[in-house]
């Protein structure tokens, strides 16, 4: 039993085969994290005895013929989503000790399809970064190469998955935070249209952009992980009444007919050549699929940068602004008054990026400055969401890179925020704009590093990127079969 390199329809045939247990599976994985994470540095915590139990649960499941495809399939989530009796710290010194009293609605919907919670995973504080690094727990690793960040906020999920220490992963994406560390690791991430999955229960960095969705080892898994965590929330009010449509369906369909757009801004010269390489060899790959793909272009791509930061900072400054030290959390010592209660337990308790984004959100929602800067982006914002309407009458799909370069190293963008900040050139606008995009690798750059694709659907479009995304995992079954053993692990 390859650990490493098993997949959700993997576990499921082997339980109904009878060719393992669902808890030899599960001890099996928390082997492979013993050996694997003191150099990966993925999980926050973890919760074998709990996990034991369900997957006991599991297999009896199993043995009576019952259970879905998540039956007995362990899984982990980024720890900003609650888990009731378990720690959920968002990687922050303020919620260091915070336990939940009730459990995030796309964690119960997994669970109760019976996957196996492993544990926690590491992320950039509160979602905040882009490298795993803003954590208060340590740095979590690349699985390709250790010396390199996994990408970030899900980074934590992302190396996971890549390095066999969970078959899929929940992340968050707020700007690209499953897309990005997805593209650094090797291994898929989907983004869903924003309300398709519940955010109830996920720690709200910025509510109008937050979406939680799956990473995994290949597009057919991440399907069957939407399946299972989509659909409305009555305490979610804005989760969606769309049904619940069966993402697997019609996946095999292929490439041919799909009209691609490919816009000129996302191949520019800020593209490493690495990447813009294999990026060619995919446009390439699906022409001969029978896609038809043409350039195309997104006149606003330059203004998205700067309209994300500001919105997600503002909205950022109003959910962060719970945290004082009076209600839970953190809460700081030594205090003169009320006020200085406030200004040390949030002066300790966050981080220097999430610091820098309350003050920015704050300025930005001041009265001398509202009008000039957050108003301004909102107006960005309908701009951005009515040119990716106009652009998807005619295409089915936009493609480009999902990130700029290949995983960067530990510490090299630390002194240049900015510069961190423009790695998400390509996601951002899919969240400003609330549609759905994934993540597949599509090769390797001259660094041996994994180069990531991204396919940008109309909103509730995921079955059409599931389609297209399969069908180049077909021709290029670059994961599992050639690569799944190439992280030294």
């Not at 006991?56 to 199993?62: C, F, I, L």
């Not at 990687?91 to 996957?115: C, H, Q």
């Not at 080892?217 to 009444?241: H, P």
């Not at 969240?431 to 180069?451: F, M, Q, R, T, Y």
Request: hydrophobic share 35%; aromatic share 8%; proline share 4%.
């Amino acid at each position: 039993m390859e650990i490493a390199r098993l997949t959700i329809k993997d576990i499921s045939r082997m339980l109904r085969n009878r060719e393992a247990s669902a808890v030899e599976i599960t001890n099996g994985f928390y082997e492979r994290i013993e050996s694997t994470d003191a150099k990966i540095g993925a999980y926050i915590s973890l919760c074998r005895e709990k996990a034991l139990e369900d997957a006991a649960n599991a297999q009896k499941k199993a043995d009576a013929g019952e259970g879905g495809l998540l039956n007995g399939v362990p899984a982990a989530v980024k720890d900003n989503m609650c888990t009731e009796g378990m720690a959920t710290t968002c990687a922050s010194r303020m919620l260091e000790n915070f336990i939940p009293p009730y459990t995030a609605t796309a964690v119960e919907k997994i669970k109760a399809e019976g996957a196996v919670l492993l544990g926690k995973l590491n992320l950039d504080e509160f979602a905040m970064g882009s490298s795993t690094g803003n954590s208060y727990f340590g740095q979590t690793k690349n699985p390709w190469d250790e010396r390199r960040v996994p990408g970030g906020s899900s980074g934590g999920s992302a190396a996971a998955v890549a390095s066999g220490q969970a078959v899929f992963a929940l992340g968050s994406d707020t700007g690209g935070s499953i897309r990005q560390p997805a593209a650094f690791c090797g291994v898929v991430g989907l983004k869903p249209t924003y309300g398709t999955v519940s955010r109830h229960g996920l720690v709200a960095f910025a509510s109008s952009l937050d979406q939680i969705g799956p990473l995994t080892k290949t597009v057919e898994d991440s399907a069957i992980v939407l399946n299972a965590i989509s659909g409305r929330d009555q305490r979610d009010s804005t989760s969606m009444e769309t049904g619940i449509p069966d993402y697997t369906e019609g996946i095999d369909g292929g490439a041919r007919g799909l009209m691609i757009g490919v816009p000129s801004q996302y191949l520019s010269d800020g593209v490493s050549p690495g990447v813009r390489k294999q990026i060619g060899e995919a446009i390439k790959a699906y022409e001969k699929m029978g896609a038809v793909c043409e350039e195309t272009s997104i006149e606003l791509a330059d203004y998205a940068i700067a309209a994300y930061y500001i919105i997600s900072s503002a909205e950022a400054s109003s959910n962060l602004a719970r945290y004082d030290g009076i209600k839970y959390g953190y809460r700081s010592s030594g205090y003169a008054n009320l006020t200085d209660l406030y200004n040390k337990t949030r002066s300790e308790g966050f981080g220097s990026e999430a610091k820098r984004r309350i003050m920015l959100g704050t300025y930005v929602l001041s009265s001398g400055y509202y009008d000039a800067y957050y108003k301004k982006a909102l107006r960005v914002r309908r701009l951005i969401k009515n040119e990716f309407d106009a652009l998807f009458k005619k295409y089915d799909l936009i493609l480009g890179p999902t990130a700029p370069t290949t995983a960067f190293r530990i510490g090299e963008k630390e002194g240049n925020p900015l510069e961190m900040y423009m790695g998400d050139v390509f996601t951002v606008s899919v969240n400003i704009a609330g549609l759905p995009a994934i993540s597949i690798p599509c090769g390797l750059d001259e660094n041996n590093l994994p180069v990531g694709m991204q396919l940008i659907g109309k909103a509730f479009g995921e079955r059409t990127i599931l389609r297209a995304a399969k069908a180049f995992e077909m021709e290029f079954p670059f994961l599992i079969s050639e690569e799944g053993g190439r992280h030294g692990l």
